[in-house]
């Protein structure tokens, strides 16, 4: 008997074109694979609510086999599931980093923060890292620091210009005035750092700890805004600081013997030549 009729088409087929099935007679199924896969395919079209739904009943309630079997799997498929990765990976490069892309820019403040978290957390482990990526990749970073120098050489040679221009604008030695506008009393100084002197004015004033209580009591009482501050007289940058001082004590005594009003109440005796 090398054919047999199925019950369901009523056509007679080949044996191998029916499904075992132990419990009968001759060991197979009374319809043909076909008709099997017409009815399983017609059986889950109109059942497919209630598939997923046991589908889902099966899964929670076989949670913890489902995902030991997961792991099992990953760990005796390690080779071949990076194979698979890897090909995939190839084959969809521009799919991948198109979606790679747009992940990022959905979700941007969120890994934005996420790194930041990160950074606060492994603070330590960065800098490590850091340090041992340095000392791996030494000479490719002078390497590229040199390249860089080379490639901006003009630029950089601008800023550094520029930076010890504006440190010797403000390392000037010069003897400067803090006039007040409204009563015209002023505060003479002398220094070798002329932006720095004055910062230091500026700020103990705001902060109401001025080292001479008068100029810091009229501060108060008249604002920022009457005060002007000048440059009296500059000297030549390599002067000695006590020569400075003593051509300040000059111009101090000076005015007050011209009867100005100053802030000024004592000069340094050191200063005054005798
Ligand atoms: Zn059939």
Known sequence: MKEKKCSSCKKSKLLCEFNKNKSKKDN??????????????????QNKDAIVLKKKQYSEKNKEKISEYHRQYRIENKEKIAEYRKQYREKNKEKMSEYHRQYCEKNKERLKEHRRQYRIENKEKIAEHLKQWREINKDAISLKK?????????????????????KRANMKSVIYEIKNKINNRSYIGCTTQLGRRWREHKGSLERGKHENGLLQK??????????????????????????????????????KQNGEKLYNISVKISSIEI
Do not use: M, P, W
Request: proline fraction near 0%.
């Open 28 to 45: 197979l199924a009374t319809e043909c694979k076909a008709c099997c896969a017409d009815y399983s395919k017609q059986y889950r079209a």
């Open 146 to 166: 040199k390249k860089y120098r080379e490639k901006y050489k003009e630029t950089i040679n601008k800023k550094n210009r520029a930076y010890l221009q504006n």
């Open 218 to 255: 009229d501060y108060n009482k008249y604002g920022k805004d009457a005060f002007v501050y000048s440059i009296l007289k500059e000297h030549r940058k390599d002067i000695q600081f006590q020569d400075l001082e003593k051509e300040e004590t000059k111009l101090i005594l000076g005015k």
